[in-house]
Structures are given as structure tokens and as C-alpha cells.
């Protein structure tokens, strides 16, 4: 059975920072990862995707991910982060290969950030 | 373009009284549909899943159940809500295979009093 770990729950930092969010998953095949921003009391907006080919990844709103399967992760990252990034950020893990696509979620990472 | 919806956006209950949330998805033919309950600082659990109209596969065992009527009708229902059962409900579809990963609805929040 897969799994996701997301080791930070809370992450603060100040607008026009760097950023990365860390992901470590645990799946026996070549995974489907993905990670969401949720704002509150909203729906799950998918950020971005991987399931093969280059393993650094472009997403919305200036997100990028990395899959590195040495390290069986799959961090998210942004250069400089606006105030409207604060929100709760979800890696999701995917088994492929079969027909209902399941998809585990982390705990969730909680973005605040400093103006 | 595809869409899914989800009502009712709030909801408050009595315990003892029934349930039913609706989610119904547009713009596509033979979706995977979820149903998930997401605890404050607990993620997203997977309640539901189905592949097709009358398949449903429950994860967890619990008070509530789901059917799909119709191939882009998925419905989270239950006889008797207890006051465990507050929480924020989320449906999701997706294709077969879920390799685009999931496409939310806006969820319901549940509240049993």
C-alpha cells in the first residue's frame, strides 16, 4: 500500500521568500504524484503533476516540484512567495496500473506567510 | 470544459436525523468517482470510490453510504448521522486510471448538533 509523509505541518515565511514544501511517499512501483493547495473552506486545486518523463515538474502559479525516487520524494517549491500562496498544501501519491486510480494524501503542510 | 458540483455548502444536523449530499459531475462520460471527509489536522480520508453506475467500493466501514444512480451522480447518504460524522465533505472525479489526478468539487461542511 502506498503512503505520504509530509513532515511539516506548519511553515511560516515572509512574503517574496523561497520556499519548499517536503514529500516523502512510499510505493513499490514508479508512483503518480501530485500536489494541491486547499484555501479554507474550499475545495482541492490541483498544483501540479508527475507520473513519467523529466522529473522537474512545472505547475500553477509559479510552482515547481522535483521527484527524485533515490530519495523517494517529491518536494514543492516556489521562488518567491506572494501572500495569496498562504494556504494548506496536500502531496498526493497515485498506484497505477489500476482502474480506480486511488490516491493517498499526506496530513497537509499549513503555508503561512509574513507580509 | 469539465465541472463537478457539490451542494448543498453548509449543512447542520441533529444527530439521529438522515443525510444525503449530492455531487454531480459535467462535461464527461464514464467518470471515477470519490467521496472524501477531511478532520481538521487529520488530511483527506477516501470514504467511497466507484468505477460505474451501482459500483461502489467503501474504504472504511462507518455510518454512511453512497450509491451512484446515474454515470455522473455520485450520493453520501446515511440513515442516522452521529455527531463523528461532522466534518468537511469533499467528491472528486477523475478519469480512468486516475493518472490526472483528481478534480474537486467545492465540498460541504458538515455540522451534526
Known amino acids: 500500500a502506498q503512503s505520504v509523509t509530509q513532515p511539516d505541518i506548519h511553515i511560516t515565511v515572509s512574503e517574496g521568500a523561497s520556499l519548499e514544501l517536503r514529500c516523502n511517499y512510499s510505493y513499490g512501483a514508479t508512483p503518480y504524484l501530485f500536489w494541491y493547495v486547499q484555501s479554507p473552506g474550499q475545495g482541492l486545486q490541483l498544483l501540479l503533476k508527475y507520473f513519467s518523463g523529466d522529473t522537474l515538474v512545472q505547475g500553477i502559479k509559479g510552482f515547481e516540484a522535483e521527484f527524485k525516487r533515490s530519495q523517494s520524494s517529491f518536494n514543492l517549491r516556489k521562488p518567491s512567495v506572494h501572500w495569496s500562496d498562504a494556504a494548506e498544501y496536500f502531496c498526493?501519491?497515485?498506484?497505477?496500473?489500476?482502474?480506480?486510480?486511488?490516491?493517498?494524501f499526506g496530513q497537509g503542510t499549513i503555508l503561512t506567510v509574513h507580509p | 470544459s469539465q465541472t463537478i458540483h457539490q451542494w448543498p455548502a453548509t449543512l447542520v444536523q441533529p444527530v439521529g436525523s438522515p443525510l444525503s449530499l449530492e455531487c454531480t459531475v459535467e462535461?464527461?462520460?464514464?467518470?471515477?468517482l470519490y467521496w472524501y471527509r477531511q478532520a481538521a489536522g487529520r488530511g483527506l480520508q477516501l470514504l467511497f470510490y466507484s468505477v460505474g453506475i451501482g459500483q461502489i467500493s467503501s474504504e472504511v466501514p462507518q455510518n454512511l453510504s453512497a450509491s451512484r444512480p446515474q454515470d455522473r451522480q455520485f450520493i453520501l447518504s446515511s440513515k442516522k448521522l452521529l455527531l463523528s460524522d461532522s466534518g468537511f465533505y469533499l467528491c472528486?472525479?477523475?478519469?480512468?486510471?486516475?493518472?490526472?489526478?483528481?478534480?474537486f468539487g467545492s465540498g460541504t461542511r458538515l455540522t451534526v448538533v
Open positions: 498526493a501519491v497515485g498506484a497505477g496500473g489500476t482502474s480506480y486510480g486511488k490516491l493517498t
Open positions: 472528486a472525479w477523475s478519469v480512468w486510471g486516475g493518472r490526472d489526478g483528481y478534480t
Open positions: 462535461g464527461t462520460s464514464n467518470p471515477n
